[in-house]
């Protein structure tokens, strides 16, 4: 079954930097695109930053210009680079593939807070 450990996560003052990592099995990693999600207290799990199996990336708004995803298909692994952090990137983060449907298992998620 698939499995998605995701790290790297702590509290960072605003403005500082942060880079998560997100190691999955059970999938045939290199064929899947891969996204970083994040959900706040009562607010809906949102997709920031999608990567294809070609390196082609895409970003939500909200981060564009701040987050870098990429990728080590050696590793399995999906990476996040934070710079330039908010108040409001204060989440806890997922991968998954994407776009992740209903019925996709989830890892436990890495917290990430942004002090002002």
């Known amino acids: 079954q698939v499995q998605l450990v995701e790290s790297g996560g702590g509290l960072v003052q605003a403005g500082g930097s942060l880079r998560i990592s997100c190691r999955a099995s059970g999938i045939i990693f290199s064929r899947n695109a891969m996204g970083w999600y994040r959900q706040s207290p009562g607010k809906q799990r949102e997709l920031v930053a999608v990567?294809?199996?070609?390196?082609?990336?895409n970003y939500a708004d909200s981060v564009k210009g701040r987050f870098t995803i990429s990728r080590d298909n050696a590793k399995n692994t999906v990476y996040l680079q934070m710079n330039s952090l908010k108040p409001e990137d204060t989440a806890v983060y997922y991968c998954?593939?994407?776009?992740?449907?209903?019925?996709?298992?989830w890892g436990q998620g890495t917290q990430v807070t942004v002090s002002s």
């Open positions: 990567i294809t199996p070609g390196d082609g990336t």
């Open positions: 998954n593939v994407a776009p992740a449907g209903s019925g996709r298992s």
